[in-house]
């Protein structure tokens, strides 16, 4: 008899802001109030019984993707004719992209990028879409799943982290112990696996919100999360649909001064090649 199978985070958190999902696993979604609106909430979770092995945890493979983009794209051509988008919330728990044979023959680059265009046209048509964080945002999952967001909030909670790499992956690879990778992250930024010594200072992370257990959240931490939610959508709609805020605000231009400087001299470069 088979051992009934814990639900991730991600899933606990879409129950927990949408109801039961309406979608079956790798990718899950509900339709449910946030606010004033009515949100489409999705999110990856595992699916032991995928066809694709190395797609059985809650990671972006190739199923996860193209789902990803059917879950998104319903809502933009739903509200095509609406004077007022729907928020899309995606609830992020993914520990990687596929890394797989099959996937990289059947294209796994091709799904993740469906996802990312499905989430940056909804963005760009005027769809609040946030981002929690409520797990690891790892590498091309992250990119496939959250990243176009207009804002981005997380749980400041163990096992949160936004990178490329797992920490003992990143150790080998820098030929390093995972304490002296840890202690690298306190002087580089981006090395950081911390949130709030690494993400949050590169000035991508629009909240961090503080106080709730992500793996039991009782109906108090749900609804301060929710608050956060209706605020971050109020923010989105108001605000531009670029995501240049990212390079703007005060956290970026003392963390990311050389990128900044970087991309105006590359600007500069291609406007005079354009004339």
């Known amino acids: 008899m088979n051992e009934a199978i814990s639900p ?18 790798p990718v899950q979604y509900a339709d449910a109030a946030l606010g004033d609106d009515q949100a489409r909430f999705i999110a990856v979770v595992p699916d032991p019984e995928n066809r694709f092995p190395r797609a059985r945890e809650n990671v972006i493979g ?21 004077s007022k988008r729907r928020p899309i919330v995606a609830i992020v728990d993914v520990k990687s992209q596929a890394y797989g044979y099959r996937e990289e023959m059947l294209g796994i680059h091709l799904a993740c990028a469906a996802a990312v265009d499905a989430y940056a046209s909804a963005r760009l048509a005027g769809h609040p879409v ?6 690891p945002a790892m590498s091309g999952a992250f990119l496939a799943h959250g990243y176009q967001a207009n804002r981005i909030l997380a749980l400041d909670a163990p096992g949160t982290m936004v990178h490329a790499m797992g920490k003992e ?9 995972v304490e002296a990778l840890d202690a690298l992250g306190e002087t580089i930024t981006p090395m950081s696996y911390s949130l709030t010594g690494g993400f949050a200072k590169l000035g991508l992370l629009d909240q961090l919100i503080e106080g709730v257990d992500a793996d039991t959240p009782t109906d108090a931490h749900v609804a301060k999360v929710q608050a956060a939610l209706v605020e ?11 995501l ?11 963390s990311r001064a050389a990128s900044i400087e970087v991309r105006r001299r590359l600007a500069m470069q291609w406007d005079a090649v354009a004339v």
């Open 244 to 254: 240049a805020r990212r390079l703007e605000s005060d956290t970026a231009r003392g």
């Open 62 to 82: 190739l199923e996860q993707g193209w789902r990803l983009a059917q879950a998104v794209r319903e809502v933009i051509d739903a509200d095509a004719t609406a």
């Open 8 to 25: 991730s985070r991600g899933e606990k958190w879409l129950r927990a802001l949408a109801g039961k999902p309406a979608g079956d696993a």
């Open 130 to 135: 946030v981002a929690l964080i409520v797990g």
């Open 232 to 242: 971050a959508t109020a923010s989105a709609r108001a605000g531009s649909r670029e």
């Open 169 to 177: 992956a990143a150790a080998r690879v820098t030929r390093r112990c």
